[in-house]
């Protein structure tokens, strides 16, 4: 059994900004003395550990043999490829550097980095305790700390604690969740077909596919509570029964035939929603057409449309497997009205209408930190804004209070958590619902196994879609939150620096568009509520989207990374989305035409229906440099503007 302190690690607040020197490699190397020494200590570690496993057996690889001509040769080819590699590997894209301003990425924190080089040669494989006795607990415990930050109870003992594991992305972490909510609507219609006795089960198959997550757990846990009081012989019988009617064993076409009062569930997410959800749909058998993309306002998620949607299924009988809210969309940052999700979907459970609520916070999940205190309490608004300008505005504030009363949740670890690839993480409110999903390996796990909730999730891979997996990356998260734990005044202040350079980068960027007006027009299309800000430019006297979209293609050209040309020649690195007219709305699409001075009717050409406008992600924590007096967002805004003096 893994030794845990108990509650996080307590640091003085000043001690903690301070330490944000030492967090990072940093973008000159800064810090290389430091990962050179833990790389060699714990390389050394390990090498004594091998030594003294059995130290009676002699060594295998003799002396000798780095002298013989065969070992030469092999450790000749094996250099040569890695200084290949090497080189190669110098044309990366620069994240570790403030003038990377692009994708979702940026430098390692050093104990993530320097926790998975340590745990890679002990190789352990994240399928079971078997495999890995000390990294899965890791992984259930990377979990629980990430179910703290967002408002769930990480307490063990409760009997709804939480539940959360790590996979390779944020992808597949949506794929869980999907999963669970179809397994968790489906198990009440299953056990009422059984017709198991002395269970109060729903009266027919729309109530019983129609219950909250809550009351669907509850009846799960009489289920099992039930089946407790039966002999062995007849809770195999029983098992098997209610194992027969469930939908993870018919399918879904004979699930359906079989209750034919009944129709595939809807998902009910964002225009903008990440489109791992239609591959899930897919992956999931249910298939894209049952994936309703709601309208949005500002590029978030419209309530009052999802609201009209909700109305207009439960009046058709149209089951809802689960509303997708998005926390920090990968385009734009943007957050959507977590608080009204969750009060529509207790309103519509009380009408008879039940569903799920997922939050994609993929990218902005970490943000959830600035709002935590130690003890995991929300901060007020008033609170977390000190020292903003306008960051958290309410409407931001109100969803993240809102994490809480979620049923799931998608974060990705190697996002604004600042881990290496891959570590996404999903988790869900209460961890009852995760037997729906366990999947039996005589060949891995062994028995009933405890109880207890560690013992029972050390059989790791029964509940997750991996079946192998690296523990490596759950150290690297488990490790990180010890040192950086996960509340405003340690974790928090790496986002809080990015929000700071995000504010200083929009006010920047309106700036820009009052000096180059003579040039081009430019605008904010929106204002930013993460750490992701983007730009809309049009050349002055344009007013063809078609037109405006070449001449920002063409700024895209010098940002973008190109591998055949020297890293060093590009002043900046940034990125490109587009704006739809289908998200915007007719009359987000008017605004932003307006402030661009294009005509919205060009919106209506099919070949240009899009409007290209650049997008800056905003994590590196030095883009503000105080050390040195450099503000990298002053210089990215100069260079813009040469740039386009020069093309336009």
Request: with cysteine.
């Amino acid at each position: 059994m893994l030794h845990v302190p108990p509650g996080p690690i307590v640091v003085p607040d000043d001690l903690c900004r301070d330490a944000l020197d030492a967090c990072f490699l940093g973008p000159y190397g800064e810090n290389d003395a430091l990962l050179e020494k833990l790389v060699v200590e714990f390389l050394r570690d390990h090498v004594y550990w091998r030594r003294n496993f059995h130290p009676e057996d002699p060594p295998a690889i003799p002396t000798r043999a780095a002298q013989r001509p065969g070992y030469q040769a092999f450790e000749a080819r094996m250099r040569r490829e890695l200084h290949t590699l090497s080189a190669a590997l110098k044309k990366s894209v620069p994240f570790h550097s403030p003038r990377y301003i692009g994708h979702m990425a940026s430098d390692l924190l050093l104990p993530g980095l320097a926790a998975q080089l340590l745990t890679l040669p002990y190789n352990p494989n994240n399928v079971s305790d078997d495999a890995a006795p000390v990294t899965v607990e890791l992984e259930i415990r990377a979990g629980l700390q990430l179910a703290r930050m967002l408002g769930y109870s990480d307490d063990m003992g409760r009997a709804d604690c939480a539940f959360g594991h790590l996979t390779s992305g944020g992808t597949v972490a949506n794929y869980q969740a999907l999963r669970l909510a179809l397994a968790l609507k489906a198990f009440p219609v299953a056990l009422r077909a059984a017709n198991v006795p002395d269970i109060d089960v729903p009266e027919d198959d729309w109530k019983a596919f129609n219950l909250g997550n809550v009351e669907a757990i509850a009846l799960l846990g009489r289920w099992q509570q039930w089946l407790a009081t039966q002999s062995p012989a007849q809770r195999r019988v029983w098992l098997a029964l209610v194992r027969d009617e469930r939908i993870e064993t018919l399918g879904l076409p004979d699930f359906f035939a079989r209750h034919p009062s009944l129709r595939p569930p809807r998902v009910l997410a964002p225009v903008t929603a990440h489109y791992s959800w239609s591959k899930g749909m897919k992956l999931l058998g249910l298939g894209r057409a049952q994936l309703e993309l709601l309208p949005e306002r500002g590029m978030r998620l419209d309530a009052d449309a999802l609201q009209y949607t909700l109305e207009r299924h439960q009046r058709e009988r149209q089951p809802v497997l689960m509303v997708v809210a998005v926390l920090g969309t990968t385009e734009y940052g943007t957050i959507d009205p977590l608080d009204r999700v969750v009060s529509l979907r207790d309103r519509m459970q009380s009408q008879g209408l039940g569903f799920a609520v997922h939050v994609d916070a993929a990218w902005g999940g970490y943000l959830a930190t600035l709002f935590r205190n130690a003890d995991g309490s929300l901060r007020s608004r008033e609170e977390t804004g000190a020292g903003f300008a306008r960051f958290p505005q309410p409407d931001v504030h109100a969803a993240f209070a809102a994490l809480g009363e979620t049923d799931s949740v998608t974060v990705d670890p190697h996002k604004l958590g600042y881990l290496p690839y891959g570590a996404g993480a999903f988790i869900c409110r209460d961890n009852r619902a995760m037997t729906l999903l366990a999947e039996e390996a005589d060949y891995v796990f062994d028995g009933d196994g405890p109880a207890d909730y560690m013992g029972r999730f050390r059989r790791l891979g029964q509940y997750v879609p991996e079946g192998s997996k690296s523990g490596a990356a759950a150290a690297a998260v488990y490790v990180t939150h010890r040192v950086l734990p996960l509340d405003h005044a340690h974790f928090g202040q790496l986002p809080r620096q990015t929000v700071l350079a995000a504010e200083a980068f929009h006010a920047r960027a309106e700036a820009f568009a009052a000096e180059l007006g003579d040039v081009v027009h430019a605008c904010v299309p929106f204002a930013p509520d993460s750490n992701l800000v983007c730009v809309a430019v049009n050349p002055a006297g344009n007013r063809d989207i078609a037109r405006a979209n070449v001449f920002v293609r063409r700024l895209y050209e010098e940002l973008r990374c190109d591998p055949r040309r020297p890293l060093q020649v590009k002043e900046f690195f940034g990125s490109i989305t587009t704006l739809r007219p289908d998200a915007l709305g007719a009359t987000e699409r008017d605004r932003i035409a307006e402030q661009l001075h294009l005509d919205p009717d060009s919106f209506d050409d099919a070949t240009t229906d899009r409007l290209v406008i650049l997008r800056h992600t905003l994590m590196n924590p030095y883009l503000m440099d105080r050390e040195n007096g450099i503000s990298y967002i002053d210089r990215y805004f100069d260079y813009l503007a040469t740039l386009v003096r020069r093309l336009a």
